[in-house]
């Protein structure tokens, strides 16, 4: 989806608010909409909480052990026998066992909270924020800016209209994979080449086709790495001085390093491989008449 106005069919009428919002994010099929607050400063209190209750807790624990210690045999054959414990809690009316089993049982649930907020926390983390150009279309509907960008008002009131406010509190739920710096360049300003036709277009708002911008950026990367090799040998076998030679191979070893390193995601040992075996490829092809080959004369 791209935040793109044009010209577009009447959307489905609906009332501004949670039904009209759930249409919007709903009909794109990229699934780049799912876009949500994470509430980050209540995870973080909530965790705190956790945190703080199970630290109690676990004094509540300590404490018991430390009595246990000076108990009679009754309850040191509780605190090693989970079936006399369990017993002596429930059946025989003990109060400090019962006392204990209420800890325990408080414990175990708190604990799975705690755990539960760990994973769940870890996860959201590894998800990304939307991108500036999805963020964009989101918030045309979110606020309600086209046409009249001057009588925007929220979808949704009261505290939720501020909900998409903070860009870095917001997560897409959907990772967009392989966004290296061409396919963000096509999508951000090439976006209208690329409709999607399985969405509806909408007012102020063109959904572009990641599968289409994929593809493309596919074609285009696979010619232009043939261009930069064939074009490389084509070249020198054209120039016959060597000083001539040593310097568009240096010319095109740079262009070659640099289309990798700014047009996709390759990390820099991968960078230092590829653009090694480019440079190699062009030095075999011209070291067998490099030396021999005579300069024009001056």
């Given at each position: 989806?791209?935040?793109?106005?044009?010209?577009?069919?009447?959307?489905?009428?609906?009332?501004?608010?949670?039904?009209?919002?759930?249409?919007?994010?709903?009909?794109?099929?990229?699934?780049?909409?799912?876009?949500?607050?994470?509430?980050?400063?209540?995870?973080?209190?909530?965790?705190?909480?956790?945190?703080?209750?199970?630290?109690?807790?676990?004094?509540?624990?300590?404490?018991?052990?430390?009595?246990?210690?000076?108990?009679?045999?009754?309850?040191?054959?509780?605190?090693?026998?989970?079936?006399?414990?369990?017993?002596?809690?429930?059946?025989?009316?003990?109060?400090?066992?019962?006392?204990?089993?209420?800890?325990?049982?408080?414990?175990?649930?708190?604990?799975?909270?705690?755990?539960?907020?760990?994973?769940?926390?870890?996860?959201?983390?590894?998800?990304?924020?939307?991108?500036?150009?999805?963020?964009?279309?989101?918030?045309?509907?979110?606020?309600?800016?086209?046409?009249?960008?001057?009588?925007?008002?929220?979808?949704?009131?009261?505290?939720?209209?501020?909900?998409?406010?903070?860009?870095?509190?917001?997560?897409?739920?959907?990772?967009q994979e392989n966004q290296d710096r061409l396919t963000t360049f096509a999508q951000e300003h090439l976006g209208f080449l690329f409709p999607?036709?399985?969405?509806?277009?909408?007012?102020?708002?063109?959904?572009?086709?990641?599968?289409?911008?994929?593809?493309?950026?596919?074609?285009?990367?696979?010619?232009?790495?043939?261009?930069?090799?064939?074009?490389?040998?084509?070249?020198?076998?054209?120039?016959?001085?060597?000083?001539?030679?040593?310097?568009?191979?240096?010319?095109?070893?740079?262009?070659?390093?640099?289309?990798?390193?700014l047009l996709t995601n390759a990390r820099r040992a991968e960078l230092f491989g590829a653009t090694a075996a480019y440079a190699a490829v062009l030095v075999v092809f011209v070291s067998g008449n490099l030396g021999s080959?005579?300069?024009?004369?001056?």
């Amino acid at each position: 989806m791209a935040g793109r106005a044009y010209d577009a069919e009447s959307k489905r009428h609906l009332l501004s608010g949670y039904s009209s919002l759930a249409h919007f994010i709903a009909t794109d099929h990229d699934k780049t909409t799912f876009i949500y607050k994470r509430f980050d400063e209540l995870a973080a209190r909530n965790l705190l909480y956790l945190q703080s209750e199970l630290a109690e807790l676990q004094g509540k624990q300590q404490t018991f052990d430390e009595e246990d210690l000076s108990a009679a045999m009754e309850t040191k054959q509780c605190a090693r026998n989970y079936a006399d414990f369990e017993r002596a809690a429930a059946h025989d009316g003990n109060t400090k066992q019962k006392e204990r089993m209420e800890l325990m049982l408080q414990i175990r649930q708190t604990m799975k909270e705690y755990r539960e907020a760990l994973f769940l926390g870890t996860t959201l983390a590894s998800q990304p924020r939307p991108s500036k150009r999805v963020l964009r279309g989101f918030r045309t509907e979110f606020y309600n800016e086209w046409p009249d960008k001057s009588k925007s008002f929220p979808s949704l009131g009261g505290r939720s209209a501020g909900l998409y406010d903070d860009v870095d509190d917001l997560v897409a739920l959907k990772a967009q994979e392989n966004q290296d710096r061409l396919t963000t360049f096509a999508q951000e300003h090439l976006g209208f080449l690329f409709p999607d036709r399985r969405s509806r277009s909408r007012e102020g708002i063109a959904y572009a086709s990641d599968r289409a911008i994929s593809s493309f950026i596919a074609w285009f990367s696979t010619i232009l790495a043939a261009l930069l090799l064939i074009g490389a040998i084509v070249v020198l076998y054209n120039v016959q001085s060597s000083n001539w030679r040593l310097g568009l191979i240096a010319a095109f070893t740079c262009l070659f390093a640099g289309s990798v390193g700014l047009l996709t995601n390759a990390r820099r040992a991968e960078l230092f491989g590829a653009t090694a075996a480019y440079a190699a490829v062009l030095v075999v092809f011209v070291s067998g008449n490099l030396g021999s080959t005579s300069l024009p004369p001056g």
